[in-house]
């Protein structure tokens, strides 16, 4: 079981950024693949961004050059750093780690308690 807690999040306007973090700890959690979902009002949950144990990463069409997605191992955390922020950003996220990239950017099994981001126009 691994247990990830999260931190960040909140209200910014249009145009702006938040970063959201998530410490991992608990069994295998050093390596894991690491990654971020989101979910709105009324819409299902999506993928956002996933890095590997080895840093390789992984994107939304949605946030390609807008969030950036980083880890340190050596913390067993992950950070996702998002800039040029708008209203369509607004969501739940949450972090998420499972033992491969595949996985983690797919059908992850540990999950984080979730963090409010929202943007306002």
């Known amino acids: 079981q691994v247990r990830l807690v999260q931190s960040g999040g909140g209200l910014v306007q249009a145009g702006g950024s938040l970063r959201l973090s998530c410490a991992a700890s608990?069994?295998?959690?050093?390596?894991?693949?690491m990654g971020w979902f989101r979910q709105a009002p009324g819409k299902e949950r999506e993928f956002v961004a996933a890095?590997?144990?080895?840093?390789?990463?992984s994107y939304a069409d949605s946030v390609k050059g807008r969030f950036t997605i980083s880890r340190d191992n050596a913390k067993n955390a992950v950070s996702l750093q998002m800039n040029i922020l708008m209203p369509e950003d607004t969501a739940v996220y949450y972090c998420a780690a499972d033992s491969t990239l595949r996985a983690v950017t797919t059908t992850p099994r540990n999950w984080g308690q979730g963090t409010q981001v929202t943007v306002s126009s």
């Open positions: 890095i590997s144990w080895s840093t390789i990463t």
């Open positions: 608990g069994r295998t959690s050093s390596n894991y693949a």
